[in-house]
């Protein structure tokens, strides 16, 4: 590679860079147009964006899941499309079928229609409420950013992003989603309820008039380049380890911490390193840092973790949250200093 050309890379970097660092104000201004509140889960989700990876948003009705995902999706110019997971929806309503036509010369073939699933930001709302087999339907598509079809392979639209939306406090008619299927999601975003300042703000901008378009700020390549910046950020070995370390303490077994082995049935694996290192960079850039600190690593380990953990019957009987679990391990493991 000439000198130019090695040049010419670097500027497109650094100028990817700086857009990601100012955009986060931006994008919060036109978000802040239709969402009241929800800083931490809406800096989560944009983490999540930016490096390419599936989120989970768990959070009780009303509290406008869906309408952070649409708006997310109109300020990056993405195609979004909508599923609502019922009982009795099929994977093939999620990811298309075959059907029999006619052609000009009066043959019949077999054509594929493309599903909902052939779009950037798909919205799986209420994703507990169908069957495993319908849910299964989105692991292929999560993890290789394909379809198979009557063993024709269709790939998805780049950028791609499985948002499902799960409530926590109903469960007539849910369906717990399998532990294969967690993992794929590179965090698991809490939306809370809001500040009584913020209801009130929501309730008065609800209920008086139309709101502001949204206007656009990126589109799909912006993306796309996002995703590979942010890969480049350097990391060094030791806020690594300290993920690494993190992740294993979760696991119950020889060496595990205590309270671990007594609320702990199943800890989280190798992609929850992965999360929080790849998120730790995503979020350096939008701080405006080249490099990632274990602060980085600290302020992720909720969503990266708490859907890849799963607690026994003691931690329920004891009244302990996942979150009170992910609490005690960054006390007890040390990572390096910033």
């Known amino acids: 590679m000439s000198a130019d050309v090695e040049t010419a890379a670097f500027e497109d970097e650094r100028r990817a860079v700086e857009a990601i660092h100012e955009s986060r104000g931006r994008i919060e201004r036109e978000l802040g147009k239709v969402i009241v509140g929800q800083r931490e889960a809406t800096h989560q989700l944009l983490i999540g964006l930016f490096c390419g990876g599936h989120c989970l948003i768990t959070g009780a009705p009303g509290l406008a899941k869906t309408l952070l995902v649409r708006t997310i999706a109109q300020v990056f110019h993405l ?11 099929m994977p093939a309503d999620i990811t298309g079928t075959e059907i029999l036509e006619e052609t000009g010369d009066g043959r019949r073939r077999m054509q594929f229609v493309r599903g909902p699933i052939f779009a950037n930001v798909i919205l799986a709302d209420e994703i507990n409420r169908t069957p495993p087999k319908t849910q299964a339907a989105l692991l292929e598509a999560m993890q290789e950013h394909q379809v198979t079809a009557a063993g024709e392979r269709y790939p998805l639209e780049e950028p791609f992003f499985v948002l499902a939306t799960q409530n926590p406090i109903e469960m007539e008619g849910t369906y717990p989603l399998p532990e294969a299927q967690l993992d794929r999601f590179l965090f698991n975003v809490v939306v809370d309820y809001l500040p009584e300042d913020d209801e009130v703000a929501v309730v008065q901008q609800t209920t008086s008039r139309k709101t502001e378009p949204i206007e656009p700020i990126f589109d799909g390549p912006d993306v796309l380049r996002f995703h590979e910046v942010v890969r480049k950020v350097p990391c060094a070995e030791d806020v690594v380890r300290f993920a ?14 205590g ?15 992965q999360s929080l290192v790849l998120g730790a960079k995503a979020r350096a850039l939008l701080a405006g840092r080249y490099h990632v600190t274990p602060e980085d690593v600290r302020a992720l380990a909720k969503p990266a973790l708490r859907h890849r953990i799963l607690l026994g019957y003691r931690a329920e009987a004891d009244g302990v949250t996942v979150d009170a679990v992910i609490d005690r391990l960054l006390e007890h493991v040390k990572g390096p200093k910033s």
């Open 79 to 89: 195609k979004f499309r909508r599923i609502q997971f019922t009982p009795d929806l």
């Open 244 to 257: 690494v370390k993190l992740s294993a303490a979760s696991r119950p077994g020889e060496g595990a911490p």
């Open 259 to 273: 309270f671990v082995n007594d609320w702990v049935s199943w800890g989280s694996g190798l992609r929850a390193a």
